[in-house]
């Protein structure tokens, strides 16, 4: 830990130590802190085939959506604070306005408008060609000091080998075969429909507990829900996340997770779900789910 003796940062340093000590999954994906100013955020995230979450269209994965801002809104929140303190998203809600066009990078502005002792709070949007054409938005909430580890002075969990990547194993014929971001967090199908995410050191977030990045959870559970709506209903064609808010209920560990999704009300062209993941104890969930998803072909529902 850092003495306290120590000066504190300029701006301008606190940005640059930011943006160097960020989470592994952020500094592996290629997100780019952009521009930084006191509580805001821009960032850049290239494209890259990984990312894809259909290669029939190229469009990229809702995960990915969601991980590039709930990491955006954390560098919001360490910018308005000094940047040693430990900060767990609490909740984080997805408003999903269009697909991404593939092939272009995705921005995001996020900004933390208030942080009292315990919690920030912050708004985000995500786009490509204008803020003002928003290909998602996004709120959060934030503990702060959310355990005793000191972000810029405490030295990560010491792995071996080379530093993660992201890639996409070939698997044409799994259930993930058109989903290479599906396919790079490993999910695979477990037992009783449930859905499993192997740990692995590229979906850390905070590297020195180590703890799961809460993107990644958001991902999987968002993933879950298209899988388990779309195998329920017998739909041919995915449906579409239309918007899902996120509640953080504890720190993914790293150990493999699994969640189970279930329908709330199913319309002719909407369903709503609810999405739960856990680690060694189903009843003990780290994260829970509720959204919407669009629904491309569904015949014989009827809507209410």
């Given amino acids: 830990m850092s003495g306290s003796s120590n000066p504190p940062l300029t701006f301008e340093q606190l940005a640059k130590a930011i943006e160097k000590r960020r989470s592994v999954y952020g500094y592996i994906s290629g997100l780019r802190l952009d521009r930084a100013a006191p509580a805001e955020a821009w960032s850049s995230l290239p494209y890259r085939p990984v990312f894809v979450g259909d290669t029939e269209t190229g469009v990229l994965h809702g995960g990915v959506v969601t991980a590039m801002l709930d990491e955006s809104c954390g560098l919001a929140v360490q910018l308005a604070l000094d940047g040693t303190q430990a900060i767990a998203t609490l909740d984080l809600r997805i408003d999903y306005q269009k697909p991404a066009t593939p092939g272009l990078e995705i921005k995001a502005h996020s900004h933390c408008y208030r942080v009292t002792r315990s919690i920030a709070f912050v708004r985000a949007t995500a786009y490509q060609e204008s803020e003002n054409d928003p290909v998602a938005t996004a709120t959060a909430c934030f503990m702060v000091g959310a355990n005793r580890t000191n972000m810029l ?141 669009m629904l491309r072909k569904a015949p014989g529902i009827d809507e209410e």
Wanted: net charge neutral.
């Fill in 153 to 293: 002075t405490d030295r990560p969990a010491s792995v071996s080998g080379a530093p993660p990547t992201l890639e996409a194993p070939d698997d044409p014929t799994g259930p993930f075969a058109t989903s290479p971001f599906a396919r790079c967090l490993g999910i695979r199908f477990g037992e009783d429909g449930t859905l499993v995410m192997p740990f692995s050191p590229k979906i850390i977030g905070n590297p020195i507990l180590p703890a799961i990045h809460g993107g990644m959870t958001g991902a999987f559970l968002e993933t879950a829900a298209i899988v388990g709506v779309t195998r329920e209903l017998g739909v041919l064609a995915s449906p579409k996340p239309i918007g899902l808010t996120i509640n953080y209920l504890r720190s993914g560990r790293a150990l493999d997770s699994y969640a189970r999704v279930s329908i709330v009300k199913q319309g002719r062209r909407v369903v709503a779900f609810e999405a739960q993941a856990w680690q060694d104890d189903p009843a003990k969930p780290i994260a829970s789910a509720f959204g919407h998803l």
